[in-house]
């Protein structure tokens, strides 16, 4: 059965400085990873979704994940953060050929202090 | 406007009393599903609907039902609430991939729902 885990519930930074999310999952099959951020009152919306191709994937707002098949990881980078990046980040992982549900791990709260 | 909507957004009950939460998408997407955020917890889903007509349980189905009777519409019931039901509640579609796994879901606003 899949399964994704975030192994930081929380991750401070300060403004500028670069940051990593961590996301490892496990899946006997192919499978399809997001990433999503929750902004304060607000839903989820997608930063970034590897589905095949290139293992290095570029989001918005400047974010980016790699995709390593060998270590099971979706790590989520972003170089220089911003104030505005303070948000809740979801990884998510969709199994490939099945019918399938999508998991998501339990979030990663990252505060930037200026 | 491609959008997810739900109603309502904010719900206050008792214990016992049947309530429904509406979810409506108007991006022709066949995959729907209904999931509950809890502080620590992260989304966990509750049930998913690949089209209409068929639906299947997520991790914590307990205490819920769905249904999908037209491609737009994914109701959320609860038939007796009980305070352990208090969450903040999304709705989300999605594009399917062929017969394989599902694309970026879209996200409805939330509904947060109060069990006294």
């Known amino acids: 059965a899949q399964s994704v885990t975030q192994l930081d519930s929380q991750v401070p930074v300060f403004e500028e400085a670069p940051v990593e999310l961590r996301c490892n999952y496990s899946?006997?099959?192919?499978?399809?990873l997001f990433w999503y951020v929750q902004y304060p009152n607000q839903g989820l919306q997608l930063l970034l979704k590897?589905?095949?191709?290139?293992?290095l994937v570029k989001g918005i707002n400047g974010f980016e994940a790699e995709f390593n098949k060998s270590q099971t990881s979706f790590h989520l980078r972003k170089p220089s953060v911003h104030i505005s990046d303070t948000a809740e980040y979801f990884c998510a992982v969709s199994e490939g050929f099945s019918a399938s549900k999508i998991i998501f791990g339990s979030g990663t709260r990252l505060s930037i202090r200026p | 406007e491609a959008q997810v909507t739900q109603n309502p957004r904010y719900l206050i009950t008792v214990t016992g009393k049947k309530l429904t939460v509406t979810c409506s998408q108007n991006m022709n997407h066949e995959y729907m599903s209904w999931y509950r955020q809890d502080p620590g917890l992260g989304l966990r889903q509750i049930y998913y609907s690949m089209n209409v007509e068929v639906t299947d349980k997520g991790d914590v189905p307990e205490g819920y039902k769905v249904s999908r009777k037209e491609k737009r519409n994914f109701p959320l019931i609860l038939e007796s609430p009980s305070p352990n039901q208090t969450s903040l509640y999304f709705c989300?579609?999605?594009?399917?991939?062929?017969?394989?796994?599902?694309?970026?879901?879209?996200f409805g606003p939330g509904t947060r729902l109060t069990v006294t």
């Open positions: 899946s006997s099959v192919s499978v399809y």
């Open positions: 590897y589905l095949s191709g290139s293992t």
């Open positions: 989300a579609s999605s594009y399917r991939q062929g017969p394989a796994a599902v694309d970026e879901q879209y």
